[in-house]
T-cell receptor, first 118, second 111 residues
């Protein structure tokens, strides 16, 4: 498989502050990374697609000014949650895709960041 | 109808049992199918890709049934360590690599 790291693994912040989460591909280059959010007992919901060297594309209903994504290199994407609110508390997980046989891709996830906003 | 549906379970089985999960998908044009395993409070880990010809990896076998639009995962000789939530994922209509995840099937293997 491919290794994706994420930092920090957990963070507690106060309402109104900003939090930056880093996602790195350790043993491969990732032109495309994804950011997901998962609430308890729910499935993963894609928030945005992070593209190296270009703007991120956001899913419907996700505020791009609130969730800032930067993909400045082939191994690093960052998600900044700005002006965090308690309802932003969630498990944020990044992933990266690796091409496989044919035209298929496999997606590998980072270990996730548990954000708690107080 | 949800785009990807799974029975949430839990499936409670004894060690050594064989257990099977299904996952139905609504887009007949889907091309990429995967099974992931997710432990409590952890990230999903890729278990296996599901190819048209099926896929087997040790005790795990995945099958694709295009006619009925579902994928299956069979686990033989269940171990306690197999207890987890199993997520299926299917590529989205608008992308060959963006995935839609099911809500997962929880498996509990008891001694």
């Amino acid at each position: 498989g491919a290794v994706v790291s994420q930092h920090p693994s957990w963070v507690i912040c106060k309402s109104g502050t900003s939090v930056k989460i880093e996602c790195r591909s350790l043993d491969f280059q990732a032109t495309t990374m994804f950011w997901y959010r998962q609430f308890p007992k729910q499935s993963l919901m894609l928030m945005a697609t992070s593209n190296e060297g270009s703007k991120a594309t956001y899913e419907q209903g996700v505020e791009k000014d609130k969730f800032l994504i930067n993909h400045a290199s082939l191994t690093l994407s960052t998600l900044t949650v700005t002006s965090a609110h308690p309802e932003d508390s969630s498990f944020y997980i990044c992933s990266a895709i690796v091409p496989r046989r044919g035209l298929s891709y496999e997606q590998y996830f980072g270990p996730g960041t548990r954000l708690t906003v107080t | 109808r949800k785009e990807v549906e799974q029975d949430p379970g839990p499936f409670n089985v004894p060690e050594g049992a064989t257990v099977a999960f299904n996952c139905t998908y609504s887009n007949s044009a889907s091309q990429s199918f995967f099974w992931y395993r997710q432990d409590c409070r952890k990230e999903p880990k890729l278990l296996m890709s599901v190819y048209s010809s099926g896929n087997e990896d040790g005790r795990f076998t995945a099958q694709l049934n295009r006619a009925s639009q579902y994928i299956s995962l069979l686990i033989r000789d269940s171990k306690l360590s197999d207890s987890a939530t199993y997520l299926c994922a299917v590529n989205r209509m608008d992308s060959s690599y963006k995935l839609i995840f099911g809500s997962g099937t929880r498996l509990l293997v008891r001694p």
